[in-house]
């Protein structure tokens, strides 16, 4: 149990466009997903979080124009990036929270390499 | 404000030792879970061990288990009998409260295992 996909895994786009990331619990309902950035080397950085059937709230220093965040159902989440720039090339995860699991934990997606040209 | 504290950014253990990853946190919340998570190179991050702050005993699971020192704020990950699988970074974090908090990461450690 406690699966969280993510698609598509790998994207490269040209500069300008914008790329949408789904985020879905496979077999659990989430009322709250979370978006991580990660470069190279580094740790991961949490973007925002998103929380169904409201706005997300993003994490100082995130723009939220840029990085659109609808959390459309109680499974779905999606990240959208706008306009594009080779800066905003990079590793995104999503994660899910199991809230009252044994464990209370979040489950993370494969992640999404985005790719800006 | 929560941080965690990882020291070691790399790590070379020979095939079979067992091994501790070192974490260290920093919270004013009296509630809080502890975390440890695998990435391999595939990205993919793989949640290995959990701790509540109230937990009188450390968690295990499987080869994993975290050495919880509430006084010390520590939470340092144990790995017995490493293998080769086990090379990727690892991270510790953690999360105030119980439910749908958003975790804080450490830098995380490179693990490296040698055959």
């Known amino acids: 149990g406690a699966v969280v996909s993510q698609h598509p895994s790998w994207v490269i786009c040209k500069s300008g466009t914008s790329v949408k990331i789904e985020c879905r619990s496979l077999d659990f309902q989430a009322t709250t997903m979370f978006w991580y950035r990660q470069f190279p080397k580094q740790s991961l950085m949490l973007m925002a979080t998103?929380?169904?059937?409201?706005?997300?709230?993003?994490e100082q220093g995130v723009e939220k124009d840029k990085f659109l965040i609808n959390h459309a159902s109680l499974t779905l989440s999606t990240l959208t990036v706008t306009s594009a720039h080779p800066e905003d090339s990079s590793f995104y995860i999503c994660?899910?929270?199991?809230?009252?699991?044994?464990?209370?934990?979040?489950?993370f997606g494969p992640g999404t390499r985005l790719l800006v040209l | 404000a929560q941080k965690i504290t990882q020291t070691q950014p790399g790590m070379f253990v020979q095939e079979k030792e067992a091994v501790t990853l070192d974490c260290t946190y920093d919270t004013s919340d009296q509630s809080y879970g502890l975390f440890w998570y695998k990435q391999p190179s595939s990205g993919e991050m793989i949640f290995l061990i959990y701790q509540g702050s109230y937990d009188e005993q450390n968690a295990t699971e499987g080869r994993y288990s975290l050495n919880f020192q509430k006084a010390r704020k520590s939470a340092n990950l144990v790995i017995s009998a490493s293998q080769l699988g086990d090379s990727a970074m690892y991270f510790c974090?953690?999360?105030?409260?119980?439910?749908?908090?958003?975790?804080?990461f450490g830098t995380g450690t490179r693990l490296t295992i040698i055959p």
């Open positions: 998103s929380n169904e059937g409201s706005k997300a709230t993003y």
């Open positions: 974090a953690m999360r105030a409260n119980f439910g749908n908090e958003k975790l804080t």
């Open positions: 994660s899910a929270g199991l809230a009252g699991g044994p464990r209370e934990t979040q489950y």
